[in-house]
């Protein structure tokens, strides 16, 4: 990169430095706004024995779930088993440490995380198995778990449109985890479908600023649908 250009051209630069035992964290939800190549270049370089950060884990043989299939996740912090069988089998049979966390908690996690806060207090998960072995705090009457922020030693986050110096826009549903994602990581890595030159955005408009972003790849997506619903049509 020169300057305040940080687009990448391929996407072995874009994942350059990530080692085994890292921390990665992961934006999207469910397929939605998930960086597609960003874990496929994962699966290529068969990083190891990472702790993956995300809402969950994909479905078989598609986004993190490609990264199970190596076994290469040794960790998964996420608030949804969702639709991945592998991802099931793996937690009931102990070979997938998973750390269920509650969705507006997680969220609050990468948040804090990326907004230098160590930790913070919230009611959610109190009297449940969520509590244990966590500080426990009386706050005008009502009791409050104490929960750790998250930072990753990378995150991988998706976006719409994004100019040369890492600005970004994010649409629809890739708001969910994208944005607090991109804040949360020592190095964030930003998978885009178009990049456009510096001014073209209007700043107002802007999501996530460029100081969040160290690397920015163009992509191609899939955009797969997780669950497809239909009704019979009218006769």
């Not at 051209?9 to 992961?26: H, P, Q, R």
């Not at 998930?34 to 190891?48: C, D, F, Y």
């Not at 966390?101 to 990468?110: D, I, N, R, V, W």
Request: proline share 4%; with cysteine; glycine share 12%.
């Amino acid at each position: 990169m020169a300057g305040f250009d940080k687009v990448v051209k391929s996407y072995s630069d874009a994942m350059t430095g990530l080692e085994d035992g890292m921390t990665v964290i992961a934006g999207g939800f469910g397929l939605c706004g998930i960086p597609e190549g960003l874990i496929a270049q994962i699966k290529r370089q068969g990083t190891r024995d990472l702790t993956l950060v995300s809402n969950n884990c994909g479905v078989d043989g598609f986004g993190l779930g490609l990264l199970l299939e190596d076994k290469q996740i040794s960790k998964m912090i996420a608030s949804y088993v969702g639709e991945n069988a592998l991802f099931e089998q793996q937690l009931l049979s102990g070979e997938l440490d998973v750390e269920l966390t509650p969705q507006g908690t997680l969220a609050e996690k990468m948040r804090a995380g990326g907004a230098g806060i160590p930790a913070f207090y919230t009611a959610t998960g109190v009297g449940t198995p969520v509590a244990e072995g966590k500080e426990t705090r009386s706050i005008k009457g009502r009791e409050y778990l104490l929960e750790p922020s998250i930072i990753g030693d990378f995150a991988i986050v998706k976006a719409w449109k994004a100019d040369r110096y890492g600005n970004c826009i994010y649409r629809h549903t890739a708001m969910n985890f994208n944005p607090m994602a991109a804040t949360a990581g020592k190095i964030t890595v930003l998978e885009v479908e178009e990049i456009v030159e510096p001014g073209e955005l209007e700043p107002g408009q802007i999501h996530t600023p460029g100081i969040y972003i160290d690397r920015v790849i163009k992509g191609e997506f899939e955009k797969r649908i997780e669950k497809t619903t239909t009704r019979a049509a009218k006769s």
